[in-house]
């Protein structure tokens, strides 16, 4: 079974602060006809505990965190922290392909340095594009392929860096000093 990564951009309020967080979610695909895909979530940031609303094909819907037995088709999670902040995430969970040659290496990323004094570098197994959020969900800046970013020009703070490739997407915390 293929292992799919993918993530989104959410915002958690802490006793009124805006605090970035995101959720990644594990994708086993199902096999044709079956069901037995399975999505395995983690919360990176907010405050526990969490509340998780799931829903997907045929009416479909859990509070549960992960999800196993699950057919091929588009899940929805929203998760509210605590402080009733939302961060919502659609995860599509397909057929495996079957074929026996993994066509796709997997998507790894390395952000560093973090923190950061302004120019943060990107190490990537695949091309990305990047989109640079402030702490509000504001873009700052964006770009193809990018291999760095800068931020010296941004007061300092907490910034969401969403990093897409073919393969998915990814969200990671960056914070500048």
Not at 118 to 124: F, L, M, P, R, T
């Amino acid at each position: 079974m293929k292992k799919v990564i993918l993530g989104v951009f959410g915002c958690f309020l802490y006793a009124g602060i805006g605090m970035a967080a995101d959720l990644e979610a594990v994708v086993v695909e199902t096999d044709p006809g079956e069901s037995i895909g399975e999505i395995n979530l983690d919360v990176l940031g907010g405050v526990a505990p969490f509340v998780f609303n799931w829903t997907g094909p045929g009416g479909f819907t859990s509070t549960d965190e992960d999800l196993s037995d699950l057919a091929a088709g588009t899940y929805i999670v929203t998760v509210t922290d605590q402080f009733c902040g939302v961060a919502t995430l659609e995860v599509v969970v397909t057929n495996t392909n079957t074929s026996s040659i993994d066509e796709e290496a997997p998507f790894e990323v390395s952000i560093y340095p973090n923190p950061t004094n302004g120019i943060v570098n990107i190490q990537s197994n695949v091309p990305v594009d990047i989109v640079v959020y402030n702490v509000i969900g504001g873009v700052i800046g964006s770009a193809k392929n990018a291999k760095l970013f800068d931020l010296s020009d941004q007061p300092r703070g907490i910034y969401m860096v969403q990093l897409t490739s073919e393969s998915g997407t990814v969200t990671r915390k960056v914070t500048l000093q």
